[in-house]
C-alpha cells in the first residue's frame, strides 16, 4: 500500500482523471489479493477455458493414408480453427468446410459422406468463401495441397462459437476431392468429399 500511496504522489501532477484510474486499479488489485473467492472463480475460469476446444479427426474411405486434424478454439469474439492434413494425393486447393450433420458414413464410392449433410449455416447465408462479407458459417475456403501431400489452414471466423446454436460440436469437418469455386450454389461445386471427421468436445467432456 505504502508503494501505491508513493505512486499516487508521483503522478499527482496528472490530470486528476488519470489518478482517480491508478486508484481505481490499485483498489481493485487489493480486493482481488484479499478474496478467496477470486481464487475459485479463477479455477472455474480455467475450466471453462479448457473446454472451450473442439476436435476433429480427417479420416478417408477412399484413401487410407490420408490424415487430418482440426481443431476449434474458442477466442473472445469468435473462434480460431486449424487445419492439418498429410497423405493427400492431389495437390493444389482443395474445399473444406464444417458440414451440418456430424455423420462420416462411408456410403458408396463416388459419393461419399452424404451423410454429413449440406454446409453448416445457421445465419442462413449464400455459399461463399471466407474472403467474402457473408458466407455459411461452415465455409472455410479451400486448404492449399503442397507437393509433399500436406497441408496446413487456419481461419478465425466469428459465425462460430463452442457454445450455443452456433457450435461446431455435433458436426462434421469435409474435405473435398476439388477446389471451392466460393461462387457456385450451394457448395462452391468442391467435388467429391474425399475425407470427415465428426467434431467433438474436448477438455472434459
Ligand atoms: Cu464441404
Ligand atoms: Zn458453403
Known sequence: MTRTREHLRRVSTMTAAASLLVLGAAVAAV????????????AAAGQAAKAQTATAKLESADDPKLSGSVTFTQLADGVRVVVNVAGVDKPGPHGIHLHENGKCEPDAAGKRYTSAGGHFNPGAAQHACRESTTHHAGDFGNIEIKPDGTGHLEVVTSLLSLGGPSSPVGKAVVLHAGTDD????????????????????????
Open 182 to 205: 466460393c461462387t457456385s450454389q450451394p457448395a462452391g461445386n468442391s467435388g467429391a468429399r474425399l475425407a470427415c471427421g465428426v467434431v467433438e468436445g474436448g477438455g472434459g467432456h
Open 31 to 42: 480486493a482481488g489479493g484479499a478474496s478467496g473467492r477470486t481464487a475459485d472463480e479463477k
